[in-house]
């Protein structure tokens, strides 16, 4: 499995608009964020989530053509880019010598989300899914809901459960994705966005995940929030979930990359099992865009 967190940031970016903090000035790569994003590229073409920076994050990602799509959940800094799907829901919108109807067979690119989300995007972006006058595009997408209670779907060879966790009051979706080889279950596992996990979810990647090779968890910043984990918050979670690799994302401008990994390696010893994963050769910190992933 190959992948690259295309955004690690929260609602507002990094740099915000209008800030003039150490953070948002800094001149680390590492501390621009774009809206939270993931591409997965083998074993098959996935994007988790198209927030407003989409379009450039699937440039900068050089990303070709789409399986399918799978959606956390309807707030604007995951979702507001879906209309830029348009290029990878007609195969040949992206090919200049084709003379003929742009509209292609077949009931579109496959988006994934829960029903709630399926719900908003349906009245949100009614024009997708109602007859249009003539003029412009549209992007042409097939719904799919799950029921987000853990049953497996594939998209190719890829391995996907939809995984329940809280985003303050409103139920999201985190995603547990597998490939297996040789009998080998390895496995990552995305959960963004959220301030609490049910013990079912801990309970299905505890069942399902096989060889845990990377977890990608929301912590916002030090201090508490509604409806994001802390970095102590996530770390905590991560303690439990048990991977090799833990890397913090929807991180806002509080503090920079470096001085949150100064601030995971200083409570580290709180956490003697991700203590041994690091001693063990894997990693515990914020991620940051363009990081790439794989087993």
């Not at 995951?78 to 919108?93: A, N, P, W």
């Not at 809901?145 to 985003?167: A, D």
Request: with cysteine; aromatic share 8%.
């Amino acid at each position: 499995m190959k992948m690259i967190l295309m955004g690690t940031g929260t609602s507002h970016g990094i740099p915000v608009i209008g800030c003039d903090c150490a953070v948002c000035r800094s001149d680390d790569v590492r501390d621009k964020r774009l809206r939270c994003s993931l591409y997965v590229s083998e074993p098959a073409s996935v994007v988790i989530d198209t927030g407003p920076e989409f379009r450039i994050q699937a440039l900068r990602c050089g990303i070709k053509r789409l399986d399918a799509v799978l959606l956390t959940h309807s707030h604007a800094d995951h979702l507001h880019g879906i209309d830029d799907l348009r290029v990878f829901s007609h195969t040949k919108s992206v090919d200049p010598s084709f003379n003929g109807d742009c509209e292609t067979f077949g009931e579109g690119l496959p988006i994934y989300a829960n029903s709630q989300t399926v719900n908003d995007i349906e009245n949100r972006f009614d024009y997708v899914f109602n007859p249009v006058v003539e003029g412009g595009g549209k992007p042409k997408l097939c719904m799919k809901s799950f029921s987000g209670k853990g049953e497996p779907f594939y998209v190719g060879n890829l391995r996907i459960i939809p995984l329940p966790i809280m985003h303050g009051n409103l139920e999201v979706s985190g995603y547990l994705l597998t490939e297996e080889k040789d009998g080998c279950r390895k496995s990552a596992a995305y959960l963004t966005d959220c301030n609490f996990i049910p013990e079912e979810t801990f309970r299905i990647i505890g069942e399902q995940a096989g060889q845990l090779v990377h977890v990608i968890i929301d912590g916002l910043r030090v201090e508490p929030h509604s409806t994001h984990f802390s970095f102590e918050q996530a770390l905590e979670a991560a303690e439990r979930i048990g991977a090799e690799n833990t890397w913090l994302t929807h991180i806002t401008h509080n503090m920079s990359h470096t001085d949150i990994q100064k601030y995971v390696d200083s409570v580290l010893d709180n956490f003697p099992a991700l203590k041994k994963s690091v001693s063990d050769g894997g990693r515990v910190g914020p991620a940051f865009d363009g990081l790439e992933l794989s087993f």
